[in-house]
């Protein structure tokens, strides 16, 4: 039961993780795979992901607009849509 | 609206349906419910794409009149000598091979809610289960006196579609004496792309640098001030366009006189060149066909968990058309993240999902103000469920510190991922 519950919880999870990401993709391509010029996302390491995220947030990675972007999240979001780009094939 | 639709026609597209199979790779053999997309622009072809990307099962049909899409994000470059309309054209194969959207070329001219049908220019008649709108802005020429003829309109461009406009108001640009001037006219906000005239102002600027020095660019701005990205632009035309360009904003259009390239403003006469007039806008014309438009006489409201209209159940309404949230620009980008909410929206609504209560949607609009060189403004928007709106997230977004060239290779490639992600 609990099982089943936390599951349908990623799937519900997923799904969100999943249109929130659509946006990022109007950049860096369809499911983060980048028909070039910006860099492609999918299938990138999870905490490298997050750690680059948060850091774009805090402002200690210096951008052009992804520090401008990356404060409209929270880290939590942050940290899902970290995991649902290194989800993604390359 | 209410109109009568025969059963042969109705039989007609119903056996068009069929023709999937044709396409078929992808669609299952009973598709559980069918989505039609009005306007394959940046709204309409993300939203085909990404339904048959999340949803295979639900079948997607488009209606588009344009044999391809030509972007307008870039066609200032054109006007600048920078790119050709080929550089941003994209045809609609790949959507059809790879994603199986079926494709109709064609234009809606009708649709009954109440029956769920849209009917086309053509007779046929097509089914839907849901409905999305993506129409674009339609010109209120009517709101500018002597530009209501055809004629006038073939002299007076707006080249604010991109296209044949794009390419005929180049022409005109280099069929223009040296010190001779180029007018543009901007409408009141809300238009279409908001720092795009500013932008068209640095491009016409750029071309005649090179090879008209003493031509000059003259901005008649019918707004208080310049709408978008203002210190950016100002320090454009001062650094790099010293001379060049004009600008006069409050200048309310009163008249057009297109024999003679004259407008009328309310406390001027401007004879020109070149007069390019970018009319007011409203939705496109199938919103107002379709009973979409709420505010206004001119936008769609929608609910923007689903981009569904608020006044009329079943149909979703994407882009331009739509009475933009607080401060969300009428942008490509804009459009492209709508569509996605929308397409999981409906998916969500057709299969009894529920649906995404906080969408997050993000907005890069680049300007060039040279060849290489670009400015930026973002924003992120927040579903605020006590405004039933979406909100600006404070703190985010921004602008461009300066005009820099690394953001003009970012545009660049920006603009080939999006084109990609809508259509590849």
């Known amino acids: ?90 | 609206m209410t109109t009568q639709w025969n059963r042969r026609t109705l039989l007609a597209a119903a056996g068009g349906a069929t023709g999937l199979a044709l396409f078929g790779c992808a669609t299952p053999a009973k598709p559980v419910a069918r989505v039609v997309v009005i306007g394959g622009g940046f709204g309409g072809a993300t939203a085909a794409k990404y339904i048959r990307l999340w949803a295979p099962e639900i079948e997607v049909v488009l209606v588009e009149r344009e044999a391809a899409f030509v972007s307008c994000p870039l066609s200032n470059l054109v006007l600048g000598g920078s790119a050709r309309i080929e550089d941003l054209t994209t045809g609609y194969d790949t959507l059809q091979k790879k994603f199986g959207v079926r494709l109709v070329h064609d234009e809606a001219v009708g649709v009954d809610a109440a029956r769920r049908e849209v009917r086309l220019a053509r007779g046929d008649v097509l089914r839907y289960d849901r409905l999305i709108v993506s129409p674009g802005v339609h010109f209120q020429y009517d709101q500018v006196p002597g530009l209501e003829s055809a004629e006038a309109q073939a002299r007076v461009l707006h080249a604010w579609k991109a296209g044949p406009q794009t390419v005929a108001l180049r022409k005109q640009l280099e069929a223009l004496p040296d010190g001779g001037v180029y007018a543009l006219h901007i409408p009141k906000a809300p238009y279409r792309c908001p720092p795009g005239p500013y932008e068209r102002a640095c491009q016409v600027a750029f071309y005649f640098k090179q090879h008209k020095p003493r031509a000059k660019v003259l901005v008649l701005d019918a707004n208080p001030d310049i709408v978008s990205k203002k210190g950016l632009f100002l320090k454009a035309w001062a650094d790099r366009y010293p001379g060049l360009v004009e600008y006069r904003p409050n200048s309310e259009l009163v008249s057009v006189d297109a024999a003679t390239n004259t407008l009328e403003l309310q406390f001027d006469k401007v004879r020109a060149g070149v007069l390019n007039v970018v009319p007011p806008q409203q939705a496109g014309k199938i919103a107002q066909t379709a009973g979409l438009i709420t505010t206004n006489k001119r936008w769609c409201g929608v609910d923007w968990r689903t981009l569904e209209s608020v006044a009329v159940p079943g149909v979703h309404v994407l882009g331009d058309a739509t009475l933009s949230a607080p401060g969300m620009p009428k942008s490509g980008f804009m459009a492209n993240n709508q569509a996605k909410v929308a397409a999981d929206a409906v998916i969500a609504l057709l299969t009894g999902r529920t649906v995404n209560p906080e969408p997050i949607l993000a907005n890069t609009c680049y300007s060039f103000v040279s060849d290489t060189d670009v400015v930026h403004v973002a924003s992120v928007h927040k579903f605020d469920a006590k405004e039933n709106t979406l909100v600006t997230v404070p703190g985010a977004g921004g602008l461009s510190p300066e005009a820099n060239a690394a953001e003009g290779i970012y545009a660049r490639a920006w603009a080939r991922n999006i084109w990609a992600d809508m259509l590849l």
Do not use: N
């Not at chain 1, 799937?11 to 369809?30: K, M, N, P």
């Open chain 1, 1 to 90: 039961m609990a099982l089943a519950a936390a599951s349908a919880a990623a799937q519900a999870a997923d799904d969100q993780a999943r249109v929130w990401a659509a946006s990022c993709a109007a950049c860096h391509g369809t499911q983060g795979r980048s028909a070039g010029g910006i860099p492609s996302i999918a299938g990138l390491e999870q905490a490298l992901l997050r750690e680059k995220l948060l850091a774009f947030k805090q402002g200690t990675l210096p951008a052009t607009v992804m520090h401008q972007h990356a404060k409209g999240y929270t880290d939590q979001e942050l940290e899902r849509l970290a995991l649902f780009f290194s989800q993604q094939a390359r």
